[in-house]
């Protein structure tokens, strides 16, 4: 095992605001880093992986990164055995159920008898209406949910809002919501212990900053 500090990071939405947390907490995360998925930062001690975000609750479980950063979203669809240790705060959205509005269920219409569902969070909206005994149909999409219930694919659609703006563009509403989901600090439990001062020096330069 190497004494360097290895932190999966994730691409995309949640990778700036990440890399700006990690900085004031002393990592030197390079601006640009391209390409690359593999980087070492400008302290020459830490490691990191530039992943995909669905990527990085596994490479902290099978312990290719000691810790990582991901949103609570991604945590929810996930099988890892991974540690959550912080809400670190940022890339704040929440889970929701939305319709057309003219299908008026934000208003206490009754859904289909057998209400089909358009999302990319499969394990999130089977949770949400089995504790419900709502029966439904979940139908896997992994682009923008919102066309689905416009074209007839689905009734209702399961996904993350920040603003609502999307919604609003496409005369949706949201009927519930489900869970909120923001920034998370895992790690692998057994790399924890083994680099339990540098993780938790991490971990409370990352809360403070």
């Known amino acids: 095992m190497s004494d360097r500090l290895v932190i999966a990071l994730p691409k995309g939405a949640l990778y700036e605001e990440t890399a700006a947390r990690l900085r004031r907490a002393g990592i030197d995360v390079p601006t640009d880093v391209g390409r690359r998925l593999q980087v070492l930062a400008g302290d020459g001690e830490t490691e990191l992986l530039v992943l995909r975000s669905s990527d990085v609750p596994a490479y902290v479980e099978f ?4 810790c990582g950063i991901v949103g609570k979203d991604t945590l929810w669809e996930s099988d890892a055995s991974v540690s959550e240790l912080a ?3 940022f890339g704040a959205c929440r889970l929701v159920v939305a319709a057309r509005r003219g299908d008026r269920y934000h208003e206490g219409a009754r859904y289909p008898t057998f209400l089909r569902v358009a999302t990319k969070f499969k394990r999130a909206a089977q949770a949400y ?7 439904c149909e979940i139908i896997a999409l992994h682009g923008s949910v919102e066309l689905a219930p416009l074209v007839g694919l689905a009734d209702v659609i ?5 603003t609502g703006g999307t919604l609003q563009a496409h005369d949706m509403v949201e009927v519930d919501e489900i869970a909120r989901s923001s920034a998370r600090f895992v790690v692998n ?3 924890f212990r083994a680099k339990y001062d540098a ?11």
Do not use: N
């Open 158 to 162: 399961v996904d993350l809002v920040a």
């Open 63 to 66: 312990g290719a990164a000691d």
């Open 199 to 209: 993780l938790l020096d991490l971990l409370e330069r990352l809360k403070s900053a």
């Open 129 to 135: 209406f089995a504790e419900r005994d709502v029966p």
């Open 189 to 191: 439990p057994v790399r």
């Open 87 to 89: 809400d670190l705060g």
